[in-house]
C-alpha cells in the first residue's frame, strides 16, 4: 500500500440519471458489498474514463432486475489516500498474505476456498482476499486502506495481432467516503467515441 499516487485523479461512475442527480445534489454516494465484486467492497469508479463508464451503465440497464433504467455518469475528484494499489509489488505481496489467510481459514473450517467465475466477471475469491486484507488491518489496529486500484484487461484486440484489448481499463473502488472530494457532471463531449 502506499501514498504516492498524484494528488487528485478523476473517477467516472456510472449509474441510473436519478441516481446521478442524487449525487450532485450532495447526496453520499452508496458502497457496493457484493461478494463477487472485483476489488472488494466500495463506490467503483472507473478511472478517467467517463465513455467505460457509461458503457457499464447502458450494459447494466439492459440487465433482468438492473435498478439503471436511464444510464447516466457522475464523476468526481477523488483522493485515493493509503491506496491498495494493484500495479505495485508491496500491494501484490499483500494480496498473497489475505490469500494465505482466506486459505487457511477455509481449510480450518472444512469450506470450500471461494472460487472466481471463468469469465472473471464475477471475483468471489478475489473479493475475500481483499476483505479479508481489510479485516487483518483492523484487528491489527493499521490504519485502513482507503482505496483499492487495478488494472483490468477485457475484451477483443483493438486490432488483429494487437496486444492491446478494448476495454483494458483502470477501476477504483473508493472505502473511505472522505477520499470523495468533490462531484461533477462530465462534459457531454468527453461520453462520445
Same mark, same amino acid.
Given at each position: 500500500?502506499? !501514498? ?16 446521478? #442527480? ?7 454516494? !452508496? ?31 439492459? !440487465? ?58 464475477? !471475483? ?13 488491518? #483492523? ?14 484487461? #477485457? ?10 484489448? #478494448? ?27
Amino acid at each position: 500500500m502506499h !501514498r504516492l499516487s498524484s494528488s487528485f485523479i478523476l473517477g467516472y461512475h456510472g449509474c441510473d440519471r436519478s441516481v446521478a #442527480e442524487q449525487l450532485i445534489q450532495g447526496e453520499q454516494f !452508496r458502497k457496493s458489498y457484493n461478494d463477487y465484486d472485483w476489488l472488494g467492497p466500495g463506490v467503483y469508479f472507473w478511472e478517467a474514463n467517463p465513455q467505460r463508464a457509461l458503457a457499464f451503465a447502458q450494459k447494466a440497464s439492459g !440487465r433482468n432486475g438492473s435498478k439503471i433504467r436511464n444510464p447516466a455518469v457522475v464523476g468526481a475528484v477523488l483522493d485515493l489516500g493509503l491506496c491498495l494499489d494493484l500495479t505495485t509489488t508491496s500491494s501484490l505481496d499483500m494480496l498473497r498474505i489475505g490469500y494465505a489467510h482466506v486459505k487457511l481459514r477455509s481449510e480450518a473450517e472444512e469450506n470450500p476456498l471461494p472460487t472466481n467465475s471463468a469469465d472473471l466477471l464475477r !471475483r468471489n475469491l478475489d473479493c475475500a482476499v481483499i476483505r479479508r486484507l481489510h479485516t487483518i488491518l #483492523e484487528e491489527g489496529q493499521s490504519e485502513p486502506i482507503d482505496s483499492v486500484k487495478g488494472v483490468f484487461t #477485457e475484451g477483443d484486440p483493438v486490432y488483429p495481432g494487437a496486444g492491446f484489448l #478494448e476495454e483494458t481499463h483502470i477501476q477504483i473502488a473508493i472505502c473511505n467516503l472522505r477520499c470523495i472530494k468533490g462531484v461533477f457532471w462530465p462534459d457531454p463531449e468527453s461520453l462520445n467515441s
